[in-house]
């Protein structure tokens, strides 16, 4: 799961409810830069300040009990308008089972069903001598492909 574009959508969800005409920017939510800030921070509260014509610290204690999530243990809003989210360690530990147990299928996604790429790579040349530059192109080409083919895309390669 991609926690950064949950929460934003958690956060659009937020705005529609309360029917706000402002939509999540990239950005807005983040990885927090110290641990005790949490492990995502946003900054919704300080877009909303000027819209809502209300301090940020009043804006985010209003949002947190209107965010019920079963992935993070807590959200916390801060007197100068950050809204901090903690992960529950108990969905981490979930999670890190499943990745440990079944690694293909938790890093697999369907991003590109219905979506062709083609992969062009250089294999070595068969005329002259095998050089570490043209002996890297297959394997690397091959890699690319194979991860392309995970997230679910029809690849073709050449």
């Given amino acids: 799961m991609l926690y950064k574009g949950y929460l934003q959508n958690l956060l ?3 705005l529609h409810e309360k029917d706000i005409p402002i939509q999540i920017q990239p950005g807005w939510v983040d990885f927090s830069k110290e641990l005790d800030f949490g492990d995502f921070s946003a900054t919704l509260p300080l877009h ?3 819209v809502l014509r209300k301090a940020p610290g009043q804006i985010a204690s209003q949002i ?3 965010l019920q999530t079963p992935y993070f ?3 916390e809003a801060t007197p100068n308008g950050y809204l901090n989210f903690f992960l529950d360690p108990t969905h981490l ?3 890190l089972l499943e990745a440990y147990k079944n690694p293909v299928q938790f890093l697999s996604t369907k ?3 219905g979506k062709k790429v083609l ?3 250089v294999s070595c040349n068969p005329t002259g001598p095998i050089t570490v530059a043209n002996a890297r192109g297959g394997p690397i080409g091959d890699t690319i492909a194979n991860l392309y083919e995970l997230f ?3 690849v073709d390669r050449e």
């Fill in 12 to 14: 659009d969800e937020w």
């Fill in 93 to 95: 530990h979930t999670v």
């Fill in 48 to 50: 909303l300040a000027k």
């Fill in 64 to 66: 947190v009990p209107d």
């Fill in 111 to 113: 991003t590109g069903t």
């Fill in 152 to 154: 679910g895309y029809q």
């Fill in 73 to 75: 243990e807590r959200v």
């Fill in 119 to 121: 992969i062009e790579y």
